[in-house]
């Protein structure tokens, strides 16, 4: 069963964690890796503690300064999914499908050059920003890291390059951090905040 949260609680949660997040820089060591890491020698293997299999690395957070490797839970890895299948949307030109992962709500917002709020605005501001294929490019996103804030939210930062020509408006690097929540219709985005 879902644990229903009042929206009061959403957006106290997005806006605590707002100011926190612009500021932190995303480590480049936060590299969301697919392949087990090399086992440790035991040259490198502290004595006293015990090597850690089948983890995944990840850029720790305050709890996981000490180990780097985390076994990523269930809800981390339905987060990662949905990012990565933005960015399948994306490249294949489908705005529609790529911003079907934010909630659709009047309450969702997008913080970017502008602020916009609500689903649809989301949406149209897309559709008019990314006319044509090739003002898309090609959407790459690099150094996931998802962190539980409870059953139902969670925050994913990382950084994205999108690849296109010049005349298309050139290439373009950023950040970017994102709450999102956990609904019947699966993980939803509720606050993308993109620089």
Same mark, same amino acid.
């Given at each position: 069963?879902?644990?229903?949260?009042?929206?009061?609680? +959403?957006?106290?949660?997005?806006?605590?964690?707002?100011?926190?997040l +612009?500021?932190?820089?995303?480590?480049?060591?936060?590299?969301?890796?697919? @392949?087990?890491?090399?086992?440790?020698?035991?040259?490198?293997?502290?004595?006293?503690?015990?090597?850690?299999?089948?983890?995944?690395?990840?850029?720790?957070?305050?709890?996981? @300064?000490?180990?780097p490797?985390?076994?990523?839970?269930?809800?981390?890895?339905?987060?990662v999914?949905?990012?990565?299948? @933005?960015?399948?949307?994306?490249?294949?030109?489908?705005?529609?499908?790529?911003v079907?992962?934010?909630?659709?709500?009047?309450?969702?917002?997008?913080i970017?050059?502008?602020?916009?709020?609500g689903?649809?605005?989301?949406?149209?501001?897309?559709?008019?920003?990314?006319?044509?294929?090739?003002?898309?490019?090609?959407?790459?996103?690099?150094?996931?890291?998802?962190?539980?804030?409870?059953?139902?939210?969670a925050?994913?930062?990382?950084?994205?390059?999108?690849?296109?020509?010049?005349r298309?408006?050139?290439p373009?690097?950023?950040?970017?951090?994102?709450?999102?929540?956990?609904?019947? @219709?699966?993980?939803?985005?509720?606050?993308?905040?993109?620089?």
């Amino acid at each position: 069963m879902m644990r229903r949260t009042p929206r009061r609680t +959403a957006r106290s949660i997005a806006a605590t964690l707002l100011c926190p997040l +612009a500021l932190m820089s995303v480590p480049a060591t936060a590299q969301l890796a697919l @392949q087990p890491p090399p086992r440790p020698t035991p040259q490198t293997a502290p004595a006293n503690k015990p090597v850690a299999q089948d983890t995944v690395p990840r850029a720790g957070t305050s709890s996981d @300064q000490n180990n780097p490797l985390h076994t990523a839970s269930r809800d981390e890895l339905d987060v990662v999914k949905v990012i990565v299948g @933005q960015e399948k949307a994306w490249n294949s030109g489908d705005i529609e499908g790529f911003v079907k992962n934010y909630k659709d709500s009047p309450e969702t917002i997008f913080i970017g050059k502008q602020l916009d709020k609500g689903y649809k605005a989301i949406l149209e501001d897309y559709r008019h920003d990314y006319i044509t294929r090739a003002s898309m490019g090609t959407l790459t996103y690099s150094e996931l890291e998802v962190t539980p804030l409870s059953d139902s939210f969670a925050i994913c930062t990382g950084r994205y390059h999108l690849d296109r020509g010049r005349r298309d408006g050139g290439p373009a690097d950023g950040l970017f951090s994102l709450v999102l929540e956990k609904t019947e @219709q699966g993980w939803k985005i509720i606050l993308d905040h993109t620089t």
